[in-house]
């Protein structure tokens, strides 16, 4: 049974930082992990992924603002957040594609102005 642990969502002011993590178990053939964000009243969107050989993907809204990394090893994915804005409200998904497609139970995230 496929589990996603996510930790490190809280409050913060504009213009701080937040690091999120995503520990998997009991998952084998990862091919990506990433993180997506639900802001109330909108769609699921994507924020960054990482696939099992490093290559990443950021939305246009997080680029240069936040970034993703992985330990493999520890079936691990991070979402280091800096520069947050009011707009990065929302609460976080954690997201594993193996065969099949996972997500964490989401962890909030808000940013006061």
């Known amino acids: 049974q496929v589990q996603l642990v996510e930790s490190g969502g809280g409050l913060v002011q504009a213009g701080g930082s937040l690091r999120l993590s995503c520990a998997a178990s009991?998952?084998?053939?990862?091919?990506?992990m990433g993180w997506f964000r639900q802001a109330p009243g909108t769609e699921r969107v994507l924020v960054a992924t990482?696939?099992?050989?490093?290559?990443?993907n950021y939305a246009d809204s997080v680029k240069g603002r936040f970034t993703i990394s992985r330990d493999g090893a520890k079936n691990t994915v991070y979402l280091q957040m800096n520069s947050l804005k009011p707009d990065d409200t929302a609460v976080y998904y954690c997201?594993?594609?193996?065969?099949?497609?996972?997500w964490g139970q989401g962890t909030q995230v808000t940013v006061s102005s």
């Open positions: 997201n594993l594609r193996a065969i099949w497609e996972y």
């Open positions: 990482i696939t099992s050989g490093g290559s990443t």
């Open positions: 009991g998952s084998k053939g990862i091919r990506a």
